[in-house]
């Protein structure tokens, strides 16, 4: 699976205090950390609390690219601040994230071609975030036919049907498996279907278990992608099992050192 690691986030403290005390080398580890655990990508996000936004994701992208020539995902809800870190990109990157209204899509859609970039779109819209199957599933749409429309490979887009907390609805997550099932059933050729997989358990108890088993009910109904927490071992582990028992993986004794390299 696609995975893309989610420690460079100013909402983490460690991250957050490096942000303010310019210290390259805390980023630098946790950029070299997740390259090593398997990541694809590395998200990059600010967080709320940096003084000036643009400036603290400049530097948050160059210092990443010092470490480590791992794919960045420049992750904001601001175009300003997703501009000002593809400003200093050099290498393959991801924008996290467009909504999915048809007029950002075209805003976005035409930035991702420019920079040849991948495009995370989140099925929301100017009325809100959808919190049952039909309407996910009505933008999920919208974003396939927005992305044919621009001449977008399908293989650079990314839907995210944006995973909610678990101890805050407990019928979302068999939602959230209906929807991938039906973006898949939907589209020819299928977009990549992603999510925040720390949302899940955000607030809980059993954090890893309750995303580890997320993660493997989600890979069966095709989800292919997730933001998450690549240093988690056992999260990685059941990754890679789900995809082999898929038989996107030959079966060896040794199929999980040999999806580690
Ligand atoms: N979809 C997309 N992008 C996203 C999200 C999404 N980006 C941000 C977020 N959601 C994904 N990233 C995180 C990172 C950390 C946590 C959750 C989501 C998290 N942190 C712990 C907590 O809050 O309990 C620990 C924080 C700490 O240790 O300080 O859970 O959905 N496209």
Redesign the pocket.
């Known amino acids: 699976m696609i995975s893309i690691g ?2 460079i ?1 100013g ?3 460690d991250v957050k205090n490096a942000i303010k005390n310019k210290d390259a080398t805390v980023v630098q580890e946790l950029a070299k950390q997740q390259t090593e655990a398997g990541a694809t990508y590395l ?1 990059i ?1 600010v967080g709320t609390e940096a003084a000036d936004q643009l400036d603290a994701m400049k530097w948050l992208v160059e210092v990443t690219q010092e470490a480590v020539k791992t794919p960045i995902a420049i ?1 904001s809800q601001k175009l300003d601040v997703i501009k000002a870190g593809l400003e200093v990109v050099k290498n393959e990157v991801m924008i ?2 467009a909504q999915g209204d048809p007029e950002t899509l075209d805003t976005y859609m035409q930035l991702a071609k420019q920079h040849n970039a991948a495009l ?1 779109c ?1 099925t929301m819209n100017k009325e809100g975030i959808p919190q049952d199957v039909d309407n996910r599933v009505a933008i999920a749409m919208t974003i396939v036919e927005k992305a044919t429309e621009h001449g977008m490979d399908m293989d650079k887009i ?1 839907i ?1 049907p ?2 909610l907390t678990v101890n805050v609805d407990q019928k979302q997550p068999a939602y959230m498996l209906e929807v991938f099932s039906q973006i898949k059933l939907l589209s020819d050729p299928p977009p990549h279907i ?6 899940f ?3 809980t108890k059993e ?1 890893s278990l309750l995303n580890r088993t997320f993660l493997t009910m989600a890979i069966a109904a095709g989800m292919d992608t997730a ?1 998450m ?1 690549v240093l988690d071992t056992d999260l990685m582990d059941a990754a890679i099992c789900s995809e082999m028992i898929l038989n996107k993986q030959i079966y060896s004794d040794s199929f999980l050192k040999a999806a580690r390299q």
């Open positions: 989610e420690r986030n909402m983490f403290t998200d996000n992750d996290n994230s995370i989140l990314f995210d944006i995973l992603t999510v925040g997989l720390s949302n358990s955000q607030g954090k933001l927490d």
